[in-house]
């Protein structure tokens, strides 16, 4: 299989969110390719990415997926998977998002770490990432997929560069020294009703192991972390599907709020 194909894939999953109408799962195309799967979905990913930083688009940072070892081991894997976040995904604390925006979106709470010095070893430890790291806020993952009914398996999401759709983070900034990444606890609710709970250690025990693979991962690929570098550490429990006009509010302990509207106007 050629290069070209794996452009017609990436071509697909253009088509399916310009067009608003998700596509089959792209797994079977995939396999076919003459060498590592997972390898050619990331270059699916990585072609449509390039497409949208030649648009004008401007990365501003990377998203961790696949962070639950039960979500890992259903689909046959043992480490994450990465997406990149772009300037256009990032809403605000409480601002009202337009469902038309999304195909088939579902939300989640995460920590967020924002980088203030770059991370460039070979092998990052957790030391590294504390002083690299000026602040967390709590935010929210409103996750997507042009894959129809969520009908994903672990090379789908890659391709799709990892299910990403838009993210909102809090606005209040918080010291790592100033709460407990690991048994703080998360609370969603919709409407006031709690709809998702969990923990920091949900995510791969620690949010902090998780953006040290992320960034052993991205010095691999020759784009190491930089300063100013936003990172959604992954999933603290279970995502909620959307429901248009609801809201959402995200609760972890030490770390505050962070809410968003739906609604059903045009963007």
Avoid at 102 to 125: G, N, W
Avoid at 131 to 142: D, H, K, M, S, V
Wanted: net charge negative; glycine share 8%.
């Amino acid at each position: 299989m050629t290069l070209s194909h794996l452009e017609y894939l990436a071509e697909r999953l253009v088509d399916a969110e310009r067009k608003r109408q998700p596509c089959a799962p792209l797994r079977e195309d995939i396999r076919l390719h003459q060498g590592d799967a997972i390898e050619a979905a990331y270059r699916i990913q990585q072609s449509n990415v390039q497409r949208r930083l030649d648009a004008g688009a401007r990365i501003v940072g990377r998203k961790i997926g696949l962070t639950s070892v039960a979500v890992q081991r259903q689909l046959g894997v043992d480490s994450p998977d990465y997406g990149c976040l772009f300037a256009d995904m990032a809403c605000g604390d409480n601002e009202e998002i337009p469902l038309s925006r999304l195909l088939q979106p579902k939300v989640e709470a995460e920590i967020v770490l924002v980088l203030e010095r770059d991370l460039s070893c070979e092998r990052h430890t957790v030391a590294d990432l504390i002083g690299a790291t000026a602040y967390a806020l709590p935010a929210l993952e409103i996750v997507d997929s042009r894959i129809a009914d969520w009908n994903i398996g672990l090379t789908d999401t890659i391709a799709d560069n990892a299910s990403c759709g838009l993210f909102v983070l809090g606005s209040r900034p918080v010291s790592l020294s100033r709460f407990d990444l690991v048994d703080c606890t998360m609370r969603l609710t919709e409407n006031g009703t709690e709809v998702s709970r969990g923990q920091g250690s949900a995510c791969l025990g620690n949010p902090l192991n998780a953006a040290c693979w992320l960034a052993d991962r991205m010095v691999q690929l020759g784009t190491p972390l930089q300063a100013g570098d936003i990172l959604l550490t992954g999933a603290l429990g279970p995502m909620q599907a959307v429901r248009a006009g609801a809201t959402y509010h995200a609760d972890i302990e030490g770390l505050g709020r962070v809410r968003t509207r739906f609604s059903t106007l045009e963007s």
